[in-house]
């Protein structure tokens, strides 16, 4: 039946009635906070220019950061770290007293009910900038970063991460990062992997924000080709055949169809990560009074919760947890 027995109107007439048959639910619990931790930053919180809202935060900072983000529901933390010193194999991604492992530690003593995951990748520790070690020639060499990434992310287990997230894209990461976690004795920490990760030039805030831009080149021989749908499902289904427990998709705003293609593909839980480039975008036109930053963000949110997203990433975590407990 169509009009006038079919009226969509009926059901919008009132608040009650619209909450009645709202399909998608958005929770400060479904959110993660990423968190900028540096060893040698000039006082304890420096301001990224790109970000308005977000700071490369000392230890005791990113602490005081966990504590608020638990204290309005949010569900986790992903940590970043910035070291002081960068080398050719980026060892300081595995260093037990690297920032990361210190900022681990600190958190889960003093805010343990809040989960901690961490970004596994080499980029923010290598001096050239790459996600894994280089060849004579240049390129990045796949089978030998594994190692260094499974390494990686046992010394962020053994610090006391609750969840590891490989970012770097090598292929067989997931597989060699899990029989590492278990053949020290981390059989049960989880891996979130950044299954499709694309090649994006919405990170480009992120990499200000870690120190991270790629001395040469560009990440395409590594991270998708932003033209590729098909792919991304494959990629999401070889971690998943490696052992990944959450699989991501990388960024989000312009890949929604590719959030929900995965969502179809897997029962696994489903990431979105809202990234960098994205949250600059929202915060320069809410500045500049072009849009209504409140009503934006909950809507961006909600609409990565309806494409499949089982948990978002997101710079806007505590403010999108503070005006969610306003809502209700
Ligand atoms: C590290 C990494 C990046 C992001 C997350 N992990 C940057 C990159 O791949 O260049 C981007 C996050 C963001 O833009 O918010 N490999």
């Known amino acids: ?24 639910d ?4 479904q959110l993660m906070l990423p968190l900028f931790v540096a060893e040698a930053s000039s006082g304890d919180r420096e301001p990224i ?8 935060l000392s230890l005791a900072a990113v602490v005081a950061e966990a504590r608020e983000a638990a204290a309005v529901g949010i569900a986790a933390v992903m940590l970043f770290g910035v070291p002081a010193a960068k080398d ?21 003593q003093a805010v ?74 981390f059989a049960d920490t989880p891996i979130l992997a950044y299954s499709a990760k694309f090649a994006s ?15 040469f080149g560009d990440r395409r021989g590594y991270q998708m080709d932003p033209a590729n749908g098909r792919e991304a499902v494959r990629e999401a289904l070889l971690d998943v055949q490696e052992g990944a427990d959450m699989v991501m998709v990388k960024p989000a705003l312009a890949y929604g169809d590719l959030i929900s293609a995965v969502r179809q593909a897997t029962r696994l839980p489903v990431a979105a990560y809202n990234v960098s480039g994205e949250y600059a975008m929202v915060k320069a036109a809410a500045a500049a009074g072009y849009i209504d930053e409140r009503a ?3 809507e961006i949110l909600t609409s990565l919760r309806r494409a499949g997203a089982d948990t978002i990433v997101t710079y806007h975590a505590k403010d999108a947890a503070r005006w969610l407990a306003e809502q209700t």
């Open 112 to 185: 343990p009910e809040l989960l901690v995951a961490t970004d596994v990748c080499l980029c923010e520790y290598t001096a050239h900038g790459h996600c894994g070690v280089l060849r004579g020639d240049g390129s990045v060499d796949n089978d030998a970063s594994l190692e260094l990434l499974a390494r990686t992310a046992v010394s962020h287990a053994r610090a006391g991460a609750d969840l590891v997230a490989p970012s770097d894209m090598m292929d067989g990461r997931v597989g060699a990062i899990r029989e590492e976690l278990d053949g020290e004795g």
């Open 201 to 215: 030039a919405f990170y480009g805030p992120f990499r200000e924000a870690a120190d991270s831009t790629p001395a």
């Open 49 to 56: 220019a790109t970000m308005p809202g977000v700071e490369r």
């Open 88 to 108: 050719e194999e980026g060892s300081g991604a595995w260093d037990e007293e690297g920032v990361v492992q210190l900022a681990v530690r600190a958190i889960k």
């Open 1 to 24: 039946m169509a009009f006038p027995q079919t009226r969509m109107r009926r059901l919008r007439a009132s608040a009650p009635l619209r909450g009645l048959v709202r399909e998608t």
């Open 296 to 298: 934006a963000v909950l």
């Open 26 to 29: 958005l929770r400060a619990g």
